[in-house]
């Protein structure tokens, strides 16, 4: 039966990876593969080549050269391992990656500025960057700065290249893929399900993948280099990849319908010139807590770092075009979001439900050019705790509040359903989501807040 299984998702995995989603440029589609041996030549991996010898920027510090092999590979750590890699055969490359995956995981745990990897890559001729996708898809697919159809391409080819291996695991040994293997295994057939299709509309971009212990994971939904607003989701206590990630993706689907439906009206009203465009990414970018690890801001402050660097990679490479970005938050998570926008992150919108505090003292303390929301659920036993410093539902906080009771919509007559507890923000057909969406599109100002006010809140206001 798992054998029946298999075949279908690899299958669908298969044309997903080759194919990619639609409207991607076809070079960054391909599978990763050197150009053909006329063009140029590459040396063999046990004959090393001569590089200079470089400073901690990757700037020739001298014409001295050192042999480039895998062992001084080894000793090379941060922007300098970039350069060599990149200069680096790709049998000496690939070879470092095979015998050193601590590296590339140390190397990813703390990379480089978004900046600086994009500056090194735009660097790199066609030849180093498909020599690397080949010999390290798994840097390339996760460093931030990277064109996002090039992270794309790499993380399809490492999903698709580390199920199989799983697989021929349990195969070659006769016995059943041990337990380890197994969880592992049914995390990336999760991740394949929530990618879905080739043809999957709108097109689903992997933008993050780590395959490693409870794994990290980004899919976007839109295009992430032109769309006009793009919303981050991130989440919070007992999300996980393998357990969550096709859920949290669905969440992400009915938020970029909802988003695309709000500015279709809004054009067709005259709200609007133009029907502008969306992007919505499914972020587990870090792992969330349990029961045991709650208590503690250790992964909070993972979050941070992880949500920080991802909204730097955006930023970096939009370049002039930038899009409005809003990050909207679920409990933990908010708490995580708020460290980052404490320090040099910004967004231009911050949403947050759920929130168990955070030691923000109050919006002026967050880097957030627009307006901050904050939405708390009938039975939610996590806001007004302010377990982890400052409730940013109080008064003194300064966020606008954000209905979730439910209501009547008065633009689209829609009833609109309650959030009750801590887990129903993102349900369907609920007040939350309907606010969370236009919070995403800039739209503040129809956003209710379980006021009399709600009842003027028509387009009668952008008109």
């Known amino acids: 039966m798992l054998l029946d299984v298999t075949a279908v998702v690899i299958a669908s995995l298969t044309v997903a990876t080759v194919a990619g989603p639609v409207g991607m440029p076809a070079a960054a589609v391909e599978a990763p593969i050197a150009p053909p041996a006329a063009s140029f030549t590459v040396p063999d991996a046990e004959r090393p080549i001569d590089l200079p010898i470089s400073t901690q920027n990757g700037a020739p510090a001298s014409t001295a050269t050192t042999p480039l092999t895998v062992a001084n590979l080894a000793s ?186 709000w500015l279709s009206l809004l054009a067709e009203a005259g709200a609007s010139a133009e029907v502008e ?60 979001a708020m460290l980052a926008l404490q320090e040099e992150t910004t967004v231009d919108a911050l949403a947050m439900i759920g929130s168990p505090g955070a030691p923000a003292q109050n919006v002026d303390e967050l880097n957030v050019r627009g307006e901050v929301f904050v939405g708390e659920a009938a039975w939610d036993p996590i806001p007004n705790s302010a377990f982890f410093g400052s409730d940013p539902g109080s008064t003194e906080f300064g966020a606008r509040v954000m209905s979730v009771a439910g209501t009547v919509d008065v633009i689209t007559n829609r009833v609109l359903a309650g959030a009750t507890g801590h887990n129903e923000y993102f349900s369907p057909g609920t007040e939350s989501m309907r606010n969370l969406a236009l919070i995403g599109i800039d739209m503040g100002e129809l956003v209710t807040d379980g006021s009399q006010r709600d009842e003027g809140r028509t387009l009668a206001l952008l008109l």
Request: charged share 15%; net charge negative.
């Open 76 to 261: 090379t750590t941060g922007t300098d391992l970039l350069h060599a890699l990149a200069a680096a055969p790709s049998r000496v490359a690939a070879d470092f990656v095979e015998s050193n995956p601590h590296r590339l995981h140390e190397l990813l745990a703390a990379p480089p500025g978004a900046p600086q990897v994009s500056s090194w890559w735009a660097g790199l001729d066609s030849r180093a960057q498909r020599s690397l996708l080949g010999a390290a898809p798994e840097l390339v697919g996760n460093l931030d700065g990277i064109p996002v159809a090039v992270r794309n391409a790499a993380n399809r080819d490492v999903l698709r290249s580390t199920i199989r291996e799983l697989e021929l695991d349990g195969l070659r040994t006769g016995r059943t893929i041990a337990t380890q293997n197994l969880q592992r295994l049914q995390m990336l057939y999760a991740i394949a399900d929530a990618l879905g299709p080739a043809t999957a509309n709108p097109p689903r971009t992997l933008l993050q993948l780590d395959t490693h212990d409870a794994g990290k994971v980004a899919i976007v939904l839109g295009d992430l280099d032109t769309a006009d607003y793009v919303s981050y989701l991130m989440p919070g206590m007992f999300i996980t990849v393998g357990g969550n990630v096709v859920e949290w993706t669905e969440t992400a689907a009915r938020l970029y319908d909802e988003q695309v439906s």
């Open 277 to 336: 465009t969306v992007a919505v990414v499914a972020w587990i970018g870090y792992q969330t807590p349990h029961l045991l690890n709650v208590g503690s801001l250790d992964l909070a402050y993972e979050g941070r770092d992880a949500i920080a660097r991802a909204i730097d990679g955006l930023q970096t490479v939009r370049g002039t075009d930038q899009p409005f970005i809003s990050l909207l938050a679920h409990s933990y998570g908010s708490t995580a």
